[in-house]
């Protein structure tokens, strides 16, 4: 069965994805991104620049280039099934993504908009129904 673990009240949702991506990468964690093409253009800009002196490898998910695609920690894409094989998914898109059993763990940011809580209390609903271990993490503002 799935982890799914949920992040919510996060003030900088963009922020705090790329500090949750960077420890994931810093331990050995290999995380497959799953967002509209929009936000995943501002999450590739906001991991180039979020820290000015370390960077976090990450590529976009692009037709053909496996090879460059199993070397990177992070893979930015827009459909879940370009995120096959990944242990880990980050799930920022609106939608319950498919084929969940494909993943060992499923992570949910939602900041404090009033439509991304909705949405992603829907979410955990459809993920208890389907049986998923959860668990809740709330961000404090530090």
Known sequence: MTQVSFYTGVPDRLAYCCRLLRKAQQNGARVGVLAPSALLERLDAALWSFEATEFVPHMRYQAGKQAQMAAT?????????QLRGWPVLLNLGPDLPVDIEAFERVLEVLSRDPEQVQLGRQRFRRYKELGHAL???EVKDA
């Open 135 to 137: 668990d809740h993490h």
């Open 73 to 81: 920690p992070l893979l930015l894409a827009e459909r879940a099934e």
